[in-house]
């Protein structure tokens, strides 16, 4: 059984509509035919070459992406181009390529309500309301109090391998009861984690001088805990794929099998 392109992109914006992408984010189809038949979908968190790869073995038509493919500083698909031999792929293999960035980030069963449902935050409400029931981020409260460091391994224990570690900033045996959760780059929410009275923030790509200045600063009292961005989003890719199932029986949804995340090796730098 098939499925048109385009009547699954209606189901798509039932579940992220293109209106709550930020203002930045260039979110949808990226290329394919509306008429296109679709009968195997592949969900992923980075639309890479070797993933497009992946897709054509698994005789999908489609690959949602959560990262857009073509976002910024993107002036040429030409062949020969990282981006250009993506597209030049897609196209001659006709797998059609749409991305949900942003817009599943807000949303009541999206990116960080996942990884807070996953934490076990319970409660939670948007960290910035964007509307009713949505916004970015997510903040509430774990059933029972918990150190920073056992609440660091808790993550651990629930994000996929990746080589980027887990880093802790602040006291890790700070007993911590309300969290404050962005899934992916949480950097620019820091400050409204810090007034929403979360005890720790947990997100990726912390930046250093952010992240130090909030440390030093004895009138706040909040600790952060950074996670690998792939990590982070790709707990979404399953309970999305579950969603959609029931939405249309149709077509096989299934989570793509590569990991993405770029960091090849850790190593841990002597401490004195």
């Known amino acids: 059984m098939t499925t048109k392109l385009a009547e699954l992109l209606t189901v798509f914006e039932t579940l992220w509509p293109v209106s709550g992408a930020d203002d930045w984010d260039e979110v949808g189809l990226a290329s394919g035919s509306l008429d296109q038949p679709i009968s195997k979908v592949l969900f992923c968190v980075d639309p890479t070459l070797a993933v497009l790869q992946e897709a054509k073995s698994k005789s999908c038509q489609l690959v949602v992406s959560h990262h857009p493919l073509l976002l910024e500083g993107v002036h040429s698909v030409a062949q020969g181009e990282l981006k250009g031999d993506i597209v030049s792929y897609a196209i001659t293999n006709s797998i059609a390529l749409f991305a949900a960035h942003t817009n599943a980030d807000i949303v009541p069963g999206g990116v960080s309500d996942v990884l807070a449902n996953q934490i076990g935050i319970k409660n939670t409400v948007p960290l910035v309301p964007t509307g009713k029931d949505s916004g970015h981020g997510r903040v509430g409260n774990l059933d029972q109090a918990i150190t920073v460091g056992d609440l ?43 007034t929403a009275g979360a005890e720790c923030f947990v997100t990726s790509d912390l930046k250093h001088h952010a992240t130090l200045d909030v440390i030093c600063d004895q009138s706040v009292e909040i600790c952060l805990i950074d996670i690998s961005h792939f990590a982070a989003e790709s707990l979404w890719l399953k309970p999305a794929v579950t969603e959609i199932s029931k939405l249309v029986p149709a077509v096989e949804f299934i989570v793509s099998e590569l990991s993405t995340d770029p960091w090849s090796l850790s190593i841990q730098g002597k401490l004195s």
């Open 152 to 194: 660091a391994q808790r993550i651990k224990e629930i994000l996929p391998a990746t080589h980027a570690p887990i880093r802790v900033a602040g006291e890790p045996t700070k007993i911590v009861t309300k969290i404050a959760v962005v899934g992916g780059s949480g950097s620019s929410f820091l400050a409204d984690a810090i």
